[in-house]
């Protein structure tokens, strides 16, 4: 199938963050990148590199003041007073009833980034707008009349909201796919196997009707995104009940993620899109640092053949997965068993 990917990525190499207390290296590295195109190497499948689509397609699911504040935030960065450090971090963050956007560099990191998780380098909107840019051309490709194709975004996008950065996300790779369908199909289906709920996603649809979100993932309670990814969560306005969480317990297996899944897709029949986006996050796995589901290499095929069997047109946007030596392989298997479905 045709792959987009762009070596810009790697210029978004942020070296930590501050998790319970403790300095750690990101995981969200270029060497994941790395990985997941060998797979795509030992597909055979067509690797293209992204055109620009210009601030423009930002726009479509983004918030323009939230654009040029990541587009220039390492530039006006160098403008504060040392100490600081050699990465962008917010110090101070909007909560609750602070709805408030200073006008400030400084007050507006808090405002635009929602935690440490965030950081932003010399290089780093090269590499965001890069990755939206892949997103972009494998949803073109699909708009276009192909029946489907993979983007290799990195930073991964489904947590980024319109006008908010987290969980080492920037701009909303998924939402700016479903979106660039949407201007040939009716109703877009986006469904997230990421093992962490796809909250960027859901804010930014939660009062559409066209556009079903529908996500499984690690119980948030037990793990990030925390305060949203519940199960009562549906929606509002014309967007209600177009909204699906279907959240799970730790250590959920191949075979209770497979029945989630199962419900999902009749939930997606239901709405009946005329395009898919797969929000696939590769962190489910059985020996992914997320700690959070025991889903198998074996796994993955089975949930990539059960997608692929709804045909419907279909555009692949990868997200999470830190279980770097595993990636390769992971990868691979869902994108054999999404094609072998296909074929039959
Ligand atoms: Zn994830």
């Known amino acids: 199938m045709l792959a987009v990917y762009s070596d810009d990525n790697a210029l978004h190499d942020p070296d930590h963050f501050i998790s319970r207390g403790v300095k750690i290296a990101v995981r969200e590295s270029p060497e994941r990148a790395n990985q997941l195109l060998a797979a795509l190497r030992d597909g055979a499948h067509e690797i293209r590199t992204p055109r620009d689509f210009g601030r ?57 980034l929602s935690g440490n998780s965030v950081p932003i380098g010399p290089h780093s909107w090269r590499a965001i707008a890069s990755s939206a840019n892949c997103a972009l051309e494998a949803a073109d490709a699909v708009r276009s009349g192909a029946s489907e194709s993979y983007a290799l975004c990195r930073p991964p996008g489904h947590h980024a909201y319109a006008d908010l950065a987290g969980g080492y996300c920037y701009l909303n790779n998924s939402a700016l796919a479903a979106q660039h369908l949407r201007g040939r199909f009716a109703r877009v289906a986006v469904l997230d196997v990421d093992v962490h709920h796809g909250n960027g996603t859901q804010g930014i649809f939660w009062e559409r009707g066209d556009v079903l979100t529908v996500s499984i993932h690690g119980d948030p309670n037990t793990g990030y995104p925390w305060q949203v990814g519940y199960a009562g969560e549906r929606g509002e306005g014309e967007g209600f009940g177009k909204n699906l969480n279907l959240p799970l ?7 209770p993620y497979l029945a989630a899944l199962d419900h999902a897709l009749a939930a997606v029949r239901a709405f009946e899109p005329e395009a898919c986006v ?67």
């Not at 317990?249 to 075979?255: A, Y």
């Not at 962190?283 to 992914?288: K, R, Y």
């Open 56 to 112: 423009d397609a930002l726009l479509s699911v983004h918030d323009p003041r939230y654009i040029h504040f990541l587009a220039n935030a390492y530039d006006n960065w160098q403008t504060l007073p040392e100490p600081r450090g050699p990465f962008v971090l917010a110090n101070s963050y909007a909560m609750r009833q602070m709805k408030t956007l200073p006008t400030s560099f400084e007050g507006q990191l808090g405002f635009f």
């Open 249 to 255: 317990p730790l250590s959920t297996s191949d075979e």
């Open 278 to 344: 797969v929000a696939l996050g590769l962190d489910a796995f059985e020996e992914d640092s997320s700690e959070m589901m025991r889903v198998t290499t074996a796994g993955f095929g089975a949930i990539g053949a059960r997608i692929g069997a709804q045909k419907l047109p279909s555009v692949i946007i990868q997200e999470g997965g830190y279980a770097v030596d595993a990636l390769r392989r992971n990868l691979g298997s869902f994108l054999g068993g999404f094609l072998s479905a296909r074929a039959g």
